[in-house]
Structures are given as C-alpha cells and as structure tokens.
C-alpha cells in the first residue's frame, strides 16, 4: 500500500514557476515507476510527466517537454515537478500517482493517487 500526498500548489503569473512535491508513504516506494498527471475544469485528466523507479528515465508530452522536469528522491520517499514558464493553460489539480516498476505510467493503469493539488495560472 502506498499514500501519496501532493504539496506545492498556488497562484502564480504566467512566466512563474513552481515546485510541487508528493510525498509516498511506504517501504516500497523506491520500486514504483510515478508520474504526474493534471485535469482541469471540463478536461479529462492528462498525463504531465513520468519518471521510472531507477530514476534515469523519464518522459513528458510535448506540451510540457523543456519547461516542466520530474526527479525523485529515493531516499526522502519523494518525487517533484519543477514547473518553468508556466502558461494560462497548465491551470489544473496536478495529481501524483504511482504504478508498480512493471507498469506503464498512464492515467488508466496507475496503481495509487494521491488527492491533488491546485496550480492556478493568471496573467
């Protein structure tokens, strides 16, 4: 069993950053491929950024890629979303979620949520 809890969330002007963190609760969290995912309002939710449970591997979509960075700490039971030039339209709940070290990261197969935490982008 694995409880994650998202933090880092705010009000930022667009151009800004922010940091989000998940904390994992469990032993085992060294052995979870995670990934970052995010719905806004009326959106279904979308798939932000992935990181594998080595560490060394890691993937974006492209409306992402080169402004958004996913790490872990293995050792703090923690994995982060540095968010860079965010936009007017990265505005959503950002969830943290993690799937077995077999799994693929996707919104559909995710094995553990954590309950999301709001990023609100204005101009």
């Known amino acids: 069993q694995v409880q994650l809890v998202e933090s880092g969330g705010g009000w930022v002007q667009t151009g800004g950053s922010l940091r989000l963190s998940c904390a994992a609760s469990g032993r085992s969290f060294s052995t979870y491929n995670m990934g970052w995912f995010r719905q806004a309002p009326g959106k279904e939710r979308e798939f932000v950024a992935g990181?594998?449970?080595?560490?060394?591997?890691?993937n974006y979509p492209e409306s992402v890629s080169g402004r958004f960075t996913i790490s872990r700490d293995n050792a703090k039971n923690t994995v982060y979303l540095q968010m860079n030039s965010l936009k007017l339209e990265d505005t959503a709940v950002y969830y943290c979620?993690?799937?077995?070290?077999?799994?693929?990261?996707?919104?559909?197969?995710?094995?553990?949520w954590g309950k999301g935490t709001l990023v609100t982008v204005s101009s």
């Open positions: 990181i594998r449970w080595t560490g060394t591997i890691t």
């Open positions: 979620a993690a799937v077995r070290r077999s799994g693929v990261i996707a919104a559909q197969g995710m094995d553990y």
